[in-house]
């Protein structure tokens, strides 16, 4: 009896694995944190940290390598991030020497209590050094268009959309994992910038 009872977990256990393959729509990347360069990682619990991997994954190789290359790092804290209170997920720095380095927040009882969810907060945050990278001085007219309407269109419904900069990074993440909640030209704003760091790091690795 224990054995079928273990034989069906396991076979539930497969189609689950299988139906998260098939959802994953035959995306070739497969970012993790092992692509980073990670501070503190001892402050993420196991569970955490196979979260955080998991929302990244998405995330094209070639993202992740030039945040690493340039020397960028990501650091997690089970405290208040510093300069802010209780109610700051993760935060991306581009000031100074450290403009593109990440911080968050990795405590279980923060993520209990309020309306962040570990899913969105790295990519967010990449969202931010993707913007900074590929769109800030780099976009043309046409992405900055699609950029303004996109902020007209969602500032009125999500609350992560503060600002032009604030809906780059909110939108980025739906682009990854939702992008038919997008209209196609968002999308392709999006692969642009990605293609532009695509180009900034090929360079540099060329340069080496
Ligand atoms: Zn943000």
New binding site residues.
């Given amino acids: 009896m224990d054995f079928r009872i273990k034989t069906m977990k396991q076979a539930a256990k497969t189609l689950l694995t299988l139906v998260m393959l098939l959802t994953m729509g035959g995306q070739a990347y497969a970012g993790d944190l092992s692509m980073l360069n990670v501070v503190g990682a001892e402050n993420a619990s196991e569970e955490f940290t196979a979260a955080i991997n998991n929302s990244i994954s998405k995330i094209p190789d070639h993202i992740l390598d030039y945040h690493k290359k340039i020397g960028a790092t990501v650091s997690f804290s089970r405290n208040n991030l510093p300069g802010y209170d209780n109610t700051i997920a993760?935060i991306?720095y581009y000031d100074g020497d450290s403009r593109y380095d990440v911080m968050i927040r990795t405590d279980e009882a923060f993520y209990a209590n309020y309306r962040f969810d570990l899913a969105t907060t790295l990519p967010?945050?990449i969202?931010?050094f993707v913007w900074n990278v590929g769109f800030r001085d780099a976009a043309s007219e046409e992405d900055r268009r699609i950029l303004k309407e996109q902020y007209d269109f969602w500032k009125n419904y999500r609350f992560?959309c503060k600002n032009q900069?604030?809906t780059f990074?909110?939108l980025y993440v739906t682009h990854l994992n939702y992008p038919d909640h997008l209209i196609q030209e968002a999308n392709d704003m999006f692969d642009r910038c990605e293609e532009r760091i695509g180009l900034l790091n090929g360079a540099e690795e060329s340069s080496q």
């Fill in positions: 993760g991306y967010h945050e969202g931010h992560d900069e604030e990074a909110a």
